[in-house]
């Protein structure tokens, strides 16, 4: 049975496979065991989380494969959501596989649900959060959650799963690595995805951005590269920009796609400057796969575009001294308006989480929860969820 009849067409009938799933009222996934306290009349449906506590989502025999998983927590501010991480144990390996927020595992970003749908990911109502990864497991898995937050809160999840007699001999393991830089280092393109060793591939990311402030009127001029198997100084798979990756073109907005898009933008309704304050975007190689033997690196440039008025020439002296120019170099404009225009060097705030399936598992740094959460606070204009102050189940007292 393939994969590709497992997972798209839904006439195929496998009766090798034994379809089971976890949570709260069945965390064992065994046959017959779920909905037993009450009499089955909804009576563990979730659990409340204390600050600091650790729940053990799934810890499961193979082989089987995880087809689903769904979670929900109440809405509170970005850098509590972010707070709440998983990871994702293979084979009784100490390291995991898997070390991410969990709303980034589920491709939001900044600690920020947005309601969006993905062919991966979903967030029904910016509420329901959803991840159909095929997750194969050979000898076993475990899944666990940790709040990091100060705050209780209810968690509801289930894992949906499947266990077969063997594994088709191409499955991988899927890993997720968290990697962040603030800031980035002018000239250094930002790292999303490295340190995986094949075979293996590379099925796509979840990047965010916190674009810092700045003269230009554009921050995403930066390339996608995508160096494997001994791609050194240049790559065999090179974008022509930013949104390009995405799909889009000559900028991005908020726009949700099966395979790529933008699910958040936060932008000051006031403000005159072009540039948003956060933005993540979302891309899925799944038409288009990328495959790698040995090795695998994927990286994005920062480089932005700045226009030149005409009678303020002086002004590309002046910002090149912080703004290196990049590419060809200045353009000039046979315009009333505009004297030039040009790419330049610049910072921002990158966050990324990579999805690579490897043919064996491997070890992932755990998530730098200081890293994560560092200057992804509300912003003035920002207003928050009506639930996220719901009387008698979570902690209302905040600074």
């Not at 889009?248 to 099966?258: E, F, N, Q, V």
């Not at 006031?270 to 990328?290: A, E, G, K, Q, T």
């Not at 225009?341 to 966050?351: A, S, T």
């Not at 690579?356 to 992804?376: E, F, H, M, S, T």
Request: charged share 20%.
């Amino acid at each position: 049975m393939s994969l590709y009849n497992i997972y798209y067409d839904p006439s195929s009938i496998d009766t090798t496979l034994d379809s089971r799933a976890v949570s709260f009222e069945n965390p064992t996934g065994s046959r017959g065991g779920g909905g037993k306290v009450y009499g089955g009349r909804k009576g563990a449906p979730s659990k409340l989380l204390s600050p600091d506590e650790k729940v053990v989502l799934a810890d499961l025999k193979g082989p089987g494969t995880i087809r689903h998983v769904w979670m929900t927590f109440p809405p509170m501010r970005p850098e509590l959501m972010r707070a709440v991480w998983m990871e994702v144990f293979y084979d009784g390996r100490a390291e995991p596989s898997i070390s991410v927020p969990c709303l980034d595992f589920f491709g939001l970003l900044h600690g920020r649900p947005a309601q969006y749908a993905s062919a991966m990911t979903t967030a029904q109502e910016g509420r329901g959060f959803n991840a159909y990864f095929p997750m194969p497991f050979d000898q076993s898995v475990r899944v666990v959650l940790t709040n990091s937050s100060p705050r209780h809160f209810p968690l509801y999840y289930q894992i949906d799963y499947t266990l077969q007699p063997e594994l088709p001999k191409n499955a991988g393991y899927l890993h997720a690595k968290f990697q962040r830089e603030n800031p980035t280092t002018m000239g250094k393109d930002f790292v999303i995805a490295d340190g995986f060793k094949g075979p293996g591939r590379f099925l796509g990311c979840a990047v965010g951005v916190r674009v810092l402030k700045s003269e230009m009127s554009w921050y995403g001029e930066g390339e996608v590269k995508i160096y494997r198997d001994g791609d050194r100084d240049f790559p065999t798979i090179c974008g022509t920009g930013l949104e390009d990756y995405v799909g889009s073109a000559w900028g991005m907005d908020i726009h949700i796609t099966p395979f790529a898009g933008v699910p958040l933008i936060v932008k000051d309704p006031d403000s005159r400057n072009p540039n948003p304050d956060f933005v993540s975007f979302y891309r899925w190689h799944l038409p288009d796969p990328i495959i790698f033997h040995d090795e695998i690196k994927v990286t994005i440039q920062q480089l932005g575009f700045f226009l030149v008025p005409a009678g303020q020439e002086l002004r590309m002296t002046e910002i090149e001294k912080s703004n290196p120019v990049a590419g060809g170099g200045w353009y000039y404009i046979k315009s009333p308006t505009i004297h030039a225009m040009g790419i330049l060097e610049r910072i921002d705030d990158y966050c990324a989480t990579a999805f690579v399936y490897l043919q064996k598992a491997q070890g992932v740094p755990r998530l730098d929860l200081n890293l994560a959460l560092a200057d992804i606070e509300r912003l003035p204009y920002e207003k928050g969820s009506p639930f996220e102050n719901m009387s008698g189940i979570l902690d209302v007292q905040e600074s």
